[in-house]
């Protein structure tokens, strides 16, 4: 069964009217900034043509940095995503779907990759009719929404190695103590949203036991 008939289903059914409402200027700001960001990038492919087909890779991510004020690495930051498709083979395949998650994260400013993987494939269809690009969106940063089924098993199958640290987005550094992930220098226990991230991080780096 495909992403958008199922998992999306499952990601707004419990949503409440204030939570629609924010979607739906996400959405619509997004494509705004997503029509922008392809036309400029367009133009810098076929202006610097001889560039871009010796070096994609580097010729992306430069106008990529330029253009958001950020490297992809940086805003696309979901464990092993960008080293997956930076290829030079694959890399101008991807590049609309990681424009687009980047177009989308300037106004919503996702907290944690599982946070923006949940908004992107939600409101990819609305951003582009390209049914293709939807696809490779949906497909590419679908794997990192944990939802039903797939929580049910992060959370009882997989456990992250006892001591094991990783540092989020905003520089906070997290331990692994056994039954939860804690602040090393707070204490706190992390939020479920950062929890989640950080176990998929354990998951896809093979840090689990």
């Known amino acids: 069964m495909r992403l958008h008939e199922f998992d999306i289903v499952g990601l707004i059914s419990g949503e409440t009217k204030k939570e629609k409402q924010e979607r739906q200027e996400l959405t619509k700001k997004s494509i705004g ?13 076929q202006e610097n043509a001889d560039t871009f087909k010796d070096n994609p890779t580097e010729a992306f991510e430069q106008w990529f940095e330029y253009y958001f004020d950020r490297a992809v ?16 083979t694959k890399i101008m395949n991807f590049a609309p779907a990681l424009i687009m998650y980047a177009s989308m994260d300037y106004y919503l400013k996702a907290k944690t990759p599982q946070q923006g993987s949940e908004e992107i494939v939600v409101i990819a269809p609305q951003l582009t009719r ?16 944990v939802t039903g089924k797939n929580q049910k098993q992060l959370d009882t199958d997989k456990k992250p190695k006892l001591g094991i640290t990783y540092t989020v987005k905003n520089g906070d550094e997290y331990k692994w103590l056994g039954a939860q992930w804690g602040n090393v220098t707070t204490g706190r226990v992390a939020t479920k949203e950062v929890a989640a991230q950080l176990t998929q991080i354990a998951i896809d780096k093979g840090d689990v036991e």
């Open 130 to 145: 390209d049914k293709k690009l939807v696809s490779i969106v949906q497909k590419l940063f679908g794997k990192y929404v």
């Open 73 to 88: 690495a940086r805003i696309v930051d979901h464990p092993g995503l960008y080293n997956s498709v930076k290829n030079p």
């Open 33 to 45: 900034m997503f029509k922008k960001a392809m036309a400029d990038f367009e133009r810098i492919q």
